[in-house]
């Protein structure tokens, strides 16, 4: 299994890749370079990952993605899974909210994934086999208040999704979507709402719609709504 994951150095992310390696995956780990990164790179191992490659990446620059797909491919060749778990919210009003955030929210959140995608698509449709999962959000389903950027940019994610599951139809691979609400993360921390999940159960659906669910979720949007 070789599997590619973004936003891999901490909350989702990381619990997603330590749920991959102790299944023996060979991991693509995409992100900005630092220590959380070394570390998740180093759990991983451990954990039981047959290969741990770190693809350094700014998610907001395409020309950076795209030499980290290469990478990829080179090393590994097409994917069996891509998820997609990189994210930021930044919380303001929307008069608070300057161009540059929100013009960073939408490139980390939604345009990343595209570019990630495009740029692996190719060989997976060659292989016709592969799974591409994208970490959305209930604020993929609502509007929250101060949550403007973030809420558009994970509304727009199902678009893209739903788009990619229409084009995918009969060529052997899947697309789908995972929703969670409250996870207990640093994202959540300062957001008022209490943790109604953990990251591990949300990297534990994630990793089943990348390796394991019928073909037949194509196009699903997967709903978590915590205990």
Known sequence: MKILITGMSRGIGRATALVCAARGAELGLLGRPSERQKESAESCRKAGAKRVLSLAADATQVAELERAANEFLEAFGAPDAIIHSAGIAVRS???????ASWQEQLQINLSAPF????????????RRAGRIVFVGSISSTL????????????????GLMKSLAAELTDSGLMTCAVLPGSVDTEMLVGSGFPPRMTAEAVAQTLVHYALDAPLAHNGASVEMFGT
């Open 93 to 99: 009003s929307i008069e608070a909210t300057s161009v």
């Open 115 to 126: 570019v990630l995608t495009r740029a692996l698509l190719p060989a997976m449709r060659a």
């Open 143 to 158: 509007g929250t208040a101060n949550l403007a950027g973030y809420c558009a940019s994970k509304w727009g994610l199902i």
